[in-house]
């Protein structure tokens, strides 16, 4: 069936009950300002190829999400291949978003020679570029998860495919096993044979902050969303993940707040200093106006 975008009810109820919420925390769940409904999938969006149901807040906790520890409270990072500075982007400054986005502690792991692995590769037939596999990758990240990990992500900039049918994939991560893979190969100009702007990096660095925080939260149980405008919306191409805000719907951050059970003041602040610092000045924006609006 084709996707028709939910309407204001459908989003309220995919919310679920706010009642026994403080009121502070009620009102940052409130979707009646700072969230923009999804619009309905043009030809060769994600939507339109793959028609998802949604995933509502009650589904979410249906799943019984687990939910970090003491024991395996930790997000890494797992570098593959390598990671050219003028190429790449920071590490370190991916490392501490995650830390940031998610308030978990984050630790870059030292870089896997991709020669010396046993993973699938091919020629993409349209663009001729080498593209590893995913479900490799995926095996290969489970072996090593270290004992304390809540979940594991290689990261890498050679491009995906999950199976060969597929042209490419941009990532893709397992609810269950707590592992997952993102490449940034397709986030820089270069790759499409553009020439880099003067503000590629930063261009490279916002879309990899895109796919690292979409990965992520896929393996805290996070779905793809189909209520609004949401980082965890699907993407088939990268015009639409480049459309994506970096920021989580009403919807979607009830779960992970249900999930991490963040301080969202706290959170909130330190993501305004991290997109200031990044010259990301839009997310910023969008940030001052929801501490504003919920804490003032």
Known sequence: ????????????????????????????????????????????????????????FRDYIELHPPKPTAERGKIYLQPLGEFEASKSPSLEILRDYANVYFGLPTEILPSLNLHSLPIASRKNPFTGKKQILTTDVLNISLAILPHDA???????????????????????????????VFSFARYDPAFYGYTRGKDYRQILLKRSCQVLTHELAHMFYLAHCIYFLCIMNGSNHLAESDSRPLHLCPVCLRKLYFCLEFDIKKRYEKLWLFYRQQGFHDEAEWIATRLKRIFH
């Open 1 to 56: 069936m084709k996707f028709k975008p939910p309407d204001t009810e459908e989003q309220l109820q995919a919310m679920g009950e706010l009642k026994s919420l403080p009121e502070k925390i009620r009102k940052a769940f409130n979707p009646q300002f700072d969230f923009q409904p999804i619009p309905p999938p043009q030809p060769g969006d994600w939507l339109d190829i793959h028609p998802e149901p949604g995933q509502t």
């Open 150 to 180: 809540c979940t594991l992500l290689a990261i890498t900039m050679e491009d995906l495919f999950p199976e060969p049918s597929w042209n490419f994939v941009f990532g893709q991560a397992s609810l269950s096993q707590k592992v997952g």
